[in-house]
């Protein structure tokens, strides 16, 4: 199936411990992306990357930090869990063909900071 | 998202139109984007409209764009108890790659 995939779809965990979410796309798109849903479903963008080249970088704690391997792949690795950091985490991916951009989405990984 | 605005919640009945909208503030906007999320699931693309676009139909589908106003909208025609779900509208600012500003989506619930 083409799509974008995450590792683990649940993630429970105690505050402290350090964890990382895994994301893959077989779309052959340059860009990937990962954002936050928060309770309350509001969803913000963190990082992107583009031929592995970090593009953006919002104001995130840098316990977070994103790598990417190789253009299908960015992981995200978080330090030191809080309880705050408890949330759905979604990568995209996309390709930019002139000004249109489509963002695939995975299917989320839901972080449990206990 | 306090910039892209959506109503929080919407209920209709099984067979009638759901009209969901959105408002964003950029100018600058360039393509803007519906997407759909199930309970427990991801977000699902659903249809999107180029900023110089005012209406585009796919299926069951009507996005209406007034550009002046800057306000969106996603008509679902004949509603059916599986469109339940969370509908977002998204905005792309500018060209090039960008990531996407999202509304706080607007729970769609769609009565038998």
């Known amino acids: 199936d083409t799509a974008v995939s995450q590792t683990p779809k649940y993630l429970v965990t105690q505050m402290g411990n350090d964890k990382s979410i895994k994301c893959e796309q077989n779309l052959g798109h340059d860009t990937m992306y990962w954002y936050k849903q928060d309770s309350k479903k509001f969803l913000k963008i963190m990082f992107s990357y583009n031929n592995k080249e970090l593009i953006i970088n919002e104001t995130v704690p840098n316990r977070f930090s994103p790598k990417s391997p190789d253009k299908a792949h960015l992981n995200l690795h978080i330090n030191s869990l809080e309880l705050g950091d408890s949330a759905v985490y979604f990568c995209?991916?996309?390709?930019?063909?002139?000004?249109?951009?489509?963002?695939?989405f995975g299917p989320g990984t839901r972080l449990l900071v206990l | 998202g306090e910039d892209v605005e959506q109503s929080l919640f919407l209920s209709v009945r099984e067979g009638d139109s759901s009209v969901i909208n959105c408002t964003y503030t950029d100018s600058s906007s360039t393509y803007l984007y519906w997407y759909k999320q199930e309970p427990g699931a991801g977000l699902q693309l659903l249809t999107y409209?180029?900023?110089?676009?005012d209406m585009k139909q796919d299926q069951r589908l009507t996005v209406l764009l007034n550009k002046k106003d800057k306000h969106l909208s996603l008509r679902i025609a004949d509603t059916q108890t599986g469109d339940s779900a969370i509908y977002f509208c998204a905005e792309k600012r500018g060209t090039g790659r960008r990531a996407l500003t999202f509304g706080s989506g607007t729970r769609l619930q769609v009565q038998p």
């Open positions: 995209a991916s996309s390709q930019v063909t002139g000004s249109q951009e489509t963002q695939y």
């Open positions: 409209i180029f900023s110089n676009m």
